[in-house]
């Protein structure tokens, strides 16, 4: 059927009408979704709060967000509209932290610096006194024979020795510090040609040590200790070969404490300290094996840059500013939708009225369905707009007249307005856009507050790891000097009380360590709440900056020992009576102190430096220093030999002697040689390769190469053969030294032996003493052919090749003088330059400002409510007429115009005068505020640049006082030995010690802290998305001065809404000139001690201050 074209019935018309109003009743009954309204609320404050900060300091970050990240513990997996109730059952380790990224080491490398690197160093470590091979300590060049304190210059190893019984040394503790005189040399195996000079002596004193223990152990009271060294010595050969030949090389250097030293530390503490390696080189020592891994902490290390990561993550203080930011925000997408047209509150809908009347007998049934719609728009001028729409509909069934239907209209526009109070009206508005600036800057300021504090904790933390590590070191110290004093009481050299005064020490220095250890564990915990995770969650700090701090600490007191070793040196050599031997001992300290610099540098730059010329030099400066001591030892032998009776002790004692300066010169023409080898070695090599090239031939190239291996092999034969010949002689001296000892006990314990049975005793000792002593001399001749040197003979030689010496090394150790800063590169901002910075750049105060204009405008406020009230209305109204029931039929002829003004007298406004005066006082008050925020801001400046200051003073001062108690300990410690100190003494140098390098730590972490907290006081500190200051380790990087308002802080006061129309009154606000920032310095007299001032006036015309005054204009 065609339907086309055909009208719809008007009963249907009626039903698809009612159904269609049925539906929208349903819609707009039950409302949109919560997650409609949530999503809306979220992108009217995002863009409320990106309007106020977008091209400003105090932009939030390109991911800002209230909703926690699902990695963060504050994730709640629930529905975010209807979210679930927690269990209420607490819950351990139940947050895992998300994977950490990897940190590159370059991101705080310093600089390069001057020194420019080779591809090869020749490792050979011959810069340390104390590494000196087969167990020899090697002379202290720097000490004077007739001044046994070695007073002027540095003192570095002691040559102790002294008498004692025969079999003293199988008496004494394992693990005891023993005399010099004891068996230093014992017979080695001869050592494998096919190993490198280093690795034969490397393995050597692994044996001597390992003999000397198996010698000990049987009869100390600690053999089962080093029994049980022993065995794990020789368990498992093939594991960790790496970590074994470290603890080899650490094991030859020093003897190792005993384990009851470990046994007393609780195994938490010891993981602290197994962090270290020199701890763990420590415990190799101890133990005979590496720590293992069970021992360390195997909780994730954390770097500055995943704990502030982990704080942005979890932080319940930084979700709180977040939510506070975004409340912020939600107030003023409420306020500015009231200057919208939008329907009313709650004065929009239908309602339906039953009702069932009874009078006279007679029963009335009507329905009321009354309906509104109204809309409202608040206007700029503070005038309110309302227009209502109201149907009334009333059916009335079985009344007199059977059903009837009365539906009337109206349509009512309203207008209201304020003559003399409108500003307030305009207040919410202006309010709630000024607000959201201040809390955007509030949320970044504490966003830069954030990773302030939580560096600052940081450095703390690792500061604190630093101390754990120093007083690790001074403990071991401690404990190897109760060591030698337990030895030297059994031989009577010592008294009770100065083995009790260490002891004490030692117990004190354990105490250290344990408390250092909790305050750290403490501090740890302190770390996680702030951060926002579980106190129970294992955590570490990645240690890779201390390193570098502490290597750059190092480096500074370096440079200082380098600086009062070149004083020493020219001090000796412009004195009267000039040493050549203490000259020479002060070239080596420094040769030996610029090698060190040169592997620090090394270490710090991450580039290869060569320091084989300096490590050349320095044993040719040995070789020199041990042929003045041969002179005169020499020269004391042929003054007893002078005698018409020479006594034969005397003269074996001074063969000994000679016998020994021998040995150490032999040693060092060793080194030499082979240092020589491998240089050559390597110029062939180079040689080769360009020859080679030149040839075009490979046949040529390998012929060559096959020669060279051959020269190779023969230079490591010929290095093993002077080695052999070494060991040989160092066999013989110290059985020289064992029968002359065993001679003496028998002389002294037999009374009544036979004379010329002790003559020929002493007739063969003298004989073996000269035999050993000429084959030495001619040994060291030989070798001294070997390298091409003329030995000097007379004081005039050994004068004129010190100072030549001298000369030489000083003028080169000029450029080894620039690392005293260790990094801290001074802030070179002034200080009236600094507090106009701050007062023209802080967040903070230009809030306070603002909150001064807030109070400035209460004041108009209160004062309009002291006048009258005016008030101008006017309203329309057209309706439909009556009994037509045309819902929508508007006619004027059925219309009401209303117009009025109502008229309040100030009469009464004693509450409205209080207000008024009460607004004044808090103008006042805010007002005053300012002055105080200004004055505490200049105050924070002041402090932090004194601070600043003072640490670099007190850095310099402690790293001056590093490097003379390192002397001091060294020298004092060979005092002790010499007998002309007593333990007292160094127990006080090593406190010394421990408190400078303390200090130098300390100052220099108390410096990046300071230097931190001066850019936030500055707000010239800018942190990233990430929440990182990227300038943190850039320490060269300078706060720029600011000495006017920028422009993002313009007006001063604020700005008011573009569109509100404000008064007269209000609008001076905006005319408010921002003026000229002014330094008025008054002229200070200089004794008054402001040197800041002086220092200022004094830079006015170098070129930063042009820069800054250009930066100014």
């Known amino acids: 059927m065609d339907v086309i074209g055909k009208e719809i019935p008007y009963v249907n018309r009626k039903w698809i009408l009612g159904l269609l109003l049925i539906l929208a009743a349903c819609v707009c009954a039950t409302g949109c979704s919560r997650d409609h309204y949530r999503i809306r609320a979220d992108n009217d404050a995002y863009s409320r709060i990106l309007e106020k900060s977008q091209c400003t300091p105090w932009a939030v970050p390109s991911d800002h967000s209230v909703y926690p990240a699902p990695d963060s513990r504050l994730y709640q997996p629930t529905c975010v509209n209807d979210p679930r109730l927690p269990s209420p059952s607490p819950q351990l380790y139940a947050y895992e932290l998300p994977e950490l990224p990897e940190h590159k080491a370059s991101r705080f490398i310093p600089r390069q610096s001057s020194f420019e690197g080779k591809s090869n160093i020749t490792p050979t470590g011959v810069g340390e006194p104390s590494s000196a091979p087969l167990g020899r300590p090697p002379k202290n060049e720097g000490q004077d024979k007739n001044d046994p304190t070695g007073e002027g210059l540095e003192l570095t190893v002691a040559k102790v020795s002294y008498s004692k019984p025969p079999g003293a040394a199988a008496d004494s503790a394992p693990n005891e510090l023993q005399p010099a005189t004891q068996t230093e040399l014992l017979p080695k195996p001869k050592p494998d040609p096919n190993k490198s000079f280093e690795e034969l002596l490397r393995s050597g004193l692994k044996k001597d040590q390992d003999s000397q223990k198996g010698q000990d152990s049987q009869t100390s009271s600690d053999s089962n200790e080093m029994a049980d060294t022993a065995e794990q010595d020789n368990k498992d050969p093939d594991e960790d070969k790496e970590a074994d030949e470290e603890t080899q090389e650490v094991q030859a250097n020093q003897v190792p404490l005993p384990r009851s030293y470990w046994e007393t530390i609780p195994i938490e503490c010891l993981s602290r300290m197994f962090e270290f390696k020199s701890v763990r080189d420590e415990y190799a020592r101890s133990f005979g094996s590496p720590v293992k891994e069970s021992q360390l902490d195997p909780s994730p290390r954390l770097a500055l840059e995943d704990i502030i990561s982990l704080t942005l993550l979890n932080s319940r203080e930084l979700q709180t500013q977040k939510e506070a930011l975004y409340r912020v925000a939600l107030t003023l997408t409420l306020q500015r939708f009231a200057y919208q047209l939008k329907p009313s509150v709650g004065n929009n809908g239908s309602s339906a009225g039953y009702i069932h009347n009874r009078s006279g007998g007679e029963e009335v049934n009507t329905l009321g369905l009354p309906t509104n719609f109204q809309l409202e728009k608040m206007l700029y001028t503070g005038g309110d707009f309302i227009g209502r729409f109201a149907n009334d509909v009333l059916l009335t069934f079985n009344g007199p007249q059977g059903f009837t239907a009365d539906v009337g209209s109206e349509l009512l526009f309203s207008f209201s307005q304020s003559l003399l109070q409108r500003d307030v009206q305009l207040e919410s508005l202006t309010q709630a856009e000024r607000d959201v600036v201040y809390a955007a800057r509030d949320f970044t300021r504490f966003r830069k507050e954030l990773f302030v504090q939580q560096a600052s904790d940081y450095y703390s933390l690792i500061r604190q790891f630093r101390q754990i590590e120093i007083q690790c070191q001074n403990y071991f110290t401690l404990a190897r000097e109760f060591n030698q004093r337990s030895v030297e009481i059994k031989y009577g050299m010592a008294a ?28 740890l915990d302190s770390l996680k709440i702030r951060m926002g995770i579980p106190t129970e969650q294992p955590l570490n700090i990645d240690l890779s900056e201390l390193d570098l701090l502490t290597l750059r600490d190092e480096l500074a007191v370096n440079a200082e020992l380098i600086e009062r070793t070149r004083t020493r040196i020219r001090r000796e050599i412009n004195a009267e009576s000039r040493s050549a031997f203490v000259v020479l001992g002060g070239v080596s300290q420094l040769a030996e102190q610029m090698v060190d610099s040169i592997h620090l540098r090394e270490k710090l730059s991450d580039q290869p430096l060569d320091s084989t010329d300096l490590e050349n030099r320095l044993l040719e400066l040995r070789i020199e220093a041990a042929d003045i001591d041969i002179a005169e030892d020499r020269s004391v032998l042929d003054q007893e030999l002078a005698d018409e009776a020479p006594d034969s002790t005397k003269v074996i004692q001074r063969r000994r002697d000679v016998s020994q300066e021998l040995l150490r010169k032999v040693l060092w023409q060793i080194r030499r040689l082979d240092q020589t080898g491998k240089i050559d070695q390597e110029q062939d090599e180079d040689d080769q390769s360009i020859d080679g090239q030149q040839a075009g031939g490979k046949q040529q190239a390998g012929d060559e190469k096959g020669q060279s291996d051959q020269q190779d092999d023969s230079q490591s034969e010929e290095v093993t053969g002077w080695i052999n010949l070494y060991e040989a002689f160092g066999d013989r001296l110290v059985d020289l030294e064992d029968s002359f000892l065993n001679a003496i006990f028998k002389e002294q314990s037999s009374a009544g032996s036979d004379v010329n049975e002790v003559q020929d005793a002493e007739s063969r000792l003298i004989q073996a003493a000269l035999t050993l002593q000429e084959d030495l001399q001619s040994f060291a001749d030989q070798l001294d052919e070997r390298l091409g040197r003329v030995a000097a003979t007379d004081d005039a030689g050994f004068d004129e090749r010190a100072i030549e010496f001298a000369n030489e090394l000083m003028r080169e150790s000029e450029r080894f003088r620039d690392g005293a800063s260790g990094g801290l590169a001074p802030i070179e901002i002034a200080m009236d330059e600094a507090m106009m910075t701050a007062l023209v750049q802080r967040f903070d105060l230009m809030n306070q400002r603002g909150f001064l204009a807030d109070d400035w405008r209460q004041i108009k406020y209160a004062a309009d409510d002291l006048k009258s009230i005016l008030n101008l209305t006017a309203s329309q109204s057209i309706r439909t007429r009556s009994g037509e029931n045309q819902p929508f039929d508007f006619n004027f002829d059925d219309s009401t115009t209303r117009v009025g003004v109502s008229l309040d007298l100030p009469f009464n406004r004693r509450a409205q005068r209080n207000q008024f005066r009460a607004s004044l006082f808090n103008y006042q008050r805010t007002l005053r505020n300012v002055m105080q925020l200004e004055d505490n801001i200049k105050l924070a400046i002041r402090r932090d640049l004194r601070s600043l200051k003072l640490n670099g003073q007190q850095y310099a001062n402690d790293i001056a006082g590093a490097a003379l108690a390192s002397e001091r300990v060294t020298g004092t410690e060979l005092e002790v030995r010499s007998g002309f100190a007593t333990s007292r003494d160094f127990l006080e140098s090593q406190q010394a010690y421990v408190q400078a390098i303390s200090g130098v730590a300390s100052d220099h972490i108390n410096y990046i802290v300071g230097r931190l907290q001066l850019f936030l006081d500055l707000e010239s500190l800018t942190v990233g998305d990430n929440g990182f200051w990227e300038q943190l380790y850039d320490e060269q990087h300078q706060p720029m001065p600011q000495y006017q308002l920028p ?27 921002d003026g000229v920032s002014v330094i008025n310095a008054p002229e200070r007299d200089q004794a008054l001690g402001d040197q800041g001032m002086i220092e200022q006036r004094q830079s006015l015309d170098s070129p930063l201050s042009a820069e800054r005054a250009s930066v100014q204009k």
């Open 496 to 523: 009770r009380t100065q083995l009790d005064q260490v002891e004490q020490q030692v117990i004190n220095g354990r105490q250290s360590i344990l408390s250092s250890c909790t305050n750290l564990e403490n501090a």
């Open 1047 to 1073: 422009s993002y802080a313009r007006p001063g006061y604020g700005r008011l809404h573009a569109n509100l129309k404000y008064s007269k009154l209000i609008n001076r606000m905006r005319c408010v000139p």
